[in-house]
């Protein structure tokens, strides 16, 4: 059992820079890769970014490509997304999610959630 939390949101004004980061407990964390996603308010969830249990293979949304980055520590169990040149668009609940089925973009590969920390963009 895999538990996760995120923190890093907050408010910032357009063109600033946030880095998220996903703590996790429990589990192996190594053998697991996490995935961003994010929800806006009436919108559904969406895929942001994933990277494998070694940390070599990531994938990206194409929306957040060359402005987010994603990252993990595996001795501190800590998974970041560094956001950078964000957007009004980007403001969402962003989660962290754990899974074992490789890299993949799809949540429903992704059994461990955390709560989500929120992203708020200004203009």
């Known amino acids: 059992q895999v538990q996760l939390v995120e923190s890093g949101g907050g408010l910032v004004q357009a063109g600033g820079s946030l880095r998220l980061s996903c703590a996790a407990s429990g589990g192996t964390f190594s053998w697991y890769s996490v995935g961003w996603f994010r929800q806006a308010p009436g919108k559904e969830r969406e895929f942001v970014a994933a990277i494998g249990g070694n940390a070599h293979n990531l994938l990206y949304a194409d929306s957040v490509k060359g402005r987010f980055t994603i990252s993990r520590d595996n001795a501190k169990k800590t998974a970041y997304l560094q956001m950078n040149n964000l957007k009004l668009e980007d403001t969402a609940l962003y989660y962290c999610?754990?899974?074992?089925?490789?890299?993949?973009?799809?949540?429903?590969?992704?059994?461990?959630w955390g709560q989500g920390t929120q992203v708020t963009i200004s203009s």
């Open positions: 999610a754990a899974g074992s089925r490789g890299l993949s973009s799809r949540a429903r590969d992704h059994g461990y």
